[in-house]
């Protein structure tokens, strides 16, 4: 399988005149060889070029790592003292010939590493090679998706154990870290990202984070949360009454419920990834708040949260199957705000919800 992976890549970069790619540690360098590396002061780099085996610059105390990697590679080692770095990346470029065109992540790759590659080969062109990645990891297969409908099983799972412990006088904070608890649990082995648990006027706020704040009857509850199986990501919201809200705020709910499940009806195989957005955003103008939804519909989910492809009205990339996203309509406003987010995958035919909790309006914490 990884080594589809890597001749993929390696036609994608053809295609795209890159000689070279040179990967952080980071989703794209764990999809090519299995291996985990955290960012720090110290480099790593995987080098590739279809003329050379890929080449890994990495501390010499993670050396061994090198020897689980899912392709064959030649690890090239650095000690701790900084002034001896600069020829770990002379000898790797040596090795693979460093002239023309090397693609990096745009949004990873660091000042650290590409000074010691302008240093190596003053006459290489560092270039984004985000779209390469980007179409290397866009569509999921079978296994990807097992792991990311079990990532959405352990979510959900983790929210339904923490509800009734949901307490009128509990802080943000509180709720956050009992939901954080159950996702591990509940089997997950790390959280997406830090979930986001708002009341009242703070779910207002898309990306609210939890505080003081504490739930209080009359108000909203929003809780986006995920969990990670595997490499594999959910991203998943759900908004809830605290008790008994007001004919306002109910209508707002009904909007969105209406604008996610409009959303998910709308993907399938061939259409503008904006038609999704089209379909969503619709309803909420139709209802009259159009002012209030003030992000995109939604965004690529894989390794990354946030990957390709992105759910705007305008991008016009088509939708193919194995692609996956979230359908995340929402409304804010100073009362409270409410969103309802799933994750969905292009099928052959339309579209499936890897996500199947409740979408209609509960009350907690009563």
């Known amino acids: ?107 990873r790759f660091r000042y650290l590493e590409t000074a010691f590659l302008q240093e190596a080969a003053p006459g290489l062109q560092i270039v984004s090679a985000g779209g390469v990645l980007a179409q290397l990891r866009i569509q999921k297969d079978a296994d990807e998706l097992a792991a990311m409908r079990q990532a959405a099983l352990i979510a959900q799972n983790a929210l339904l154990n923490t509800l009734p412990i949901l307490k009128t006088g509990m802080t943000e904070q509180e709720v956050a870290a009992e939901l954080t608890l159950q996702l591990f649990r509940s089997g997950a082995n790390g959280l997406a990202f830090d979930p986001i648990v708002a009341c009242g006027a703070n779910s207002g706020n898309p990306h609210a984070n939890p505080g003081a704040r504490r739930l209080s009857p009359g108000e909203m509850l929003v809780i986006d949360w995920g969990a990670y199986h595997g490499d594999y990501c959910s991203d998943i919201t759900r908004t809830f009454a605290i008790g008994e809200i007001s004919p306002e705020l109910k209508t707002i709910y009904q909007t969105v419920q209406a604008a996610n499940l409009a959303g998910r009806e709308a993907g399938r195989p061939g259409i503008p990834a904006g038609a999704v957005d089209d379909a969503a955003r619709e309803v909420i103008r139709s209802a009259g708040y159009g002012p209030f939804f003030t992000h995109r519909t939604g965004h690529g989910l894989g390794m990354e949260t946030h990957e390709d492809p992105y759910i705007f009205a305008e991008n016009a990339s088509i939708l193919q199957p194995g692609m996956v996203y979230t359908v995340e309509p929402g409304i804010y406003t100073a009362r409270g705000g409410v969103r309802i987010e799933d994750d969905v995958v292009i099928t052959e035919t339309g579209c499936e919800s890897l996500t199947d909790l409740s979408r209609d309006l509960t009350v907690v914490a009563s």
């Open 1 to 107: 399988m990884t080594a589809k992976r890597l001749e993929k890549l390696y036609t994608l970069m053809e295609t795209h005149g890159l000689e070279h790619l040179a990967l952080n540690p980071g989703p794209s360098l764990v999809y090519l060889t299995g291996l985990h590396f955290h960012l720090s002061e110290r480099p790593t780099v995987l080098f590739l070029s279809r003329n050379h085996v890929p080449l890994l610059i990495l501390p010499e105390l993670e050396a061994a790592k090198a020897d689980s990697a899912a392709i064959p590679l030649e690890p090239l080692t650095f000690n701790d003292n900084p002034a001896t770095w600069g020829a770990v990346f002379a000898a790797a470029c040596a090795k693979i010939g460093c002239a023309g065109k090397l693609g990096v992540e745009p949004t």
